[in-house]
T-cell receptor
Framework: KQEVTQIPAALSVPEGENLVLNCSFT??????LQWFRQDPGKGLTSLLL?????REQTSGRLNASLDKSSGRSTLYIAASQPGDSATYLC??????????FGTGTRLKVLA | NAGVMQNPRHLVRRRGQEARLRCSPM?????VYWYRQLPEEGLKFMVY????????ESGMPKERFSAEFPKEGPSILRIQQVVRGDSAAYFC????????????FGEGSRLTVL
């Protein structure tokens, strides 16, 4: 059974800092891993998708890495901005059809 | 290409009534997932469907909940005889293929049971 842990649970930083959000998962038999952001009262927005054969993906100020064998993924956010404030969720899978989500990291970037 | 469309966005029901939540996947997507999010909690998988087939319903409560994805039309999540504990946000996601496809989410349907 896949279990996903995200650390830290919450993070508050001043604008401009570089950030590292961590995601660990117990079942490494995955096809891909996806990172999302969720704003309060909204749906999830896909940020990055890393296929199991890849080690990282980049989109603008975001970079996600995947170490499938150790069950870890990391999301780097460069030069954080107040607009980055949201909850960030990772979802490895699907090893068995369903994407399992972590409980997320609540990020607040202070102006 | 319109995104995943969910309706209604907000639904209020009294205990014992039925709730029907609809999800239209992105064009070309034949894989639909339903998730439930309770206040201050994470997303919990409910069911995974392909057109006309339920593939994995391991997250669905055994009673009162059902889902379908007909050949034509949206996917429907149906909750019969709602109770206060059903109050939550229900999210639908679609994907162009299983296992390797990217998930795209709708804005969710927020159910409040009085």
């Amino acid at each position: 059974k896949q279990e996903v842990t995200q650390i830290p649970a919450a993070l508050s930083v001043p604008e401009g800092e570089n950030l590292v959000l961590n995601c660990s998962f117990t079942d490494s038999a995955i096809y891909n891993l996806q990172w999302f952001r969720q704003d309060p009262g909204k749906g999830l927005t896909s940020l990055l998708l890393i296929q199991s054969s890849q080690r990282e993906q980049t989109s603008g100020r975001l970079n996600a890495s995947l170490d499938k064998s150790s069950g870890r993924s990391t999301l780097y956010i460069a030069a954080s901005q107040p607009g980055d404030s949201a909850t960030y969720l990772c979802a490895p899978g699907p090893g068995t059809y369903k994407y399992i989500f972590g409980t997320g990291t609540r990020l607040k970037v202070l102006a | 290409n319109a995104g995943v469309m969910q309706n209604p966005r907000h639904l209020v029901r009294r205990r014992g009534q039925e709730a029907r939540l609809r999800c239209s996947p992105m064009k070309g997507h034949s894989h639909v997932y339903w998730y439930r999010q309770l206040p201050e909690e994470g997303l919990k998988f409910m069911v995974y469907l392909q057109k006309e087939n339920i593939i994995d319903e391991s997250g669905m409560p055994k009673e009162r909940f059902s889902a379908e994805f007909p050949k034509e039309g949206p996917s429907i999540l149906r909750i019969q005889q709602v109770v206060r504990g059903d109050s939550a946000a229900y999210f639908c996601a679609s994907s162009p293929r299983d296992r390797t496809g990217e998930l795209f989410f709708g804005e969710g349907s927020r159910l409040t049971v009085l």
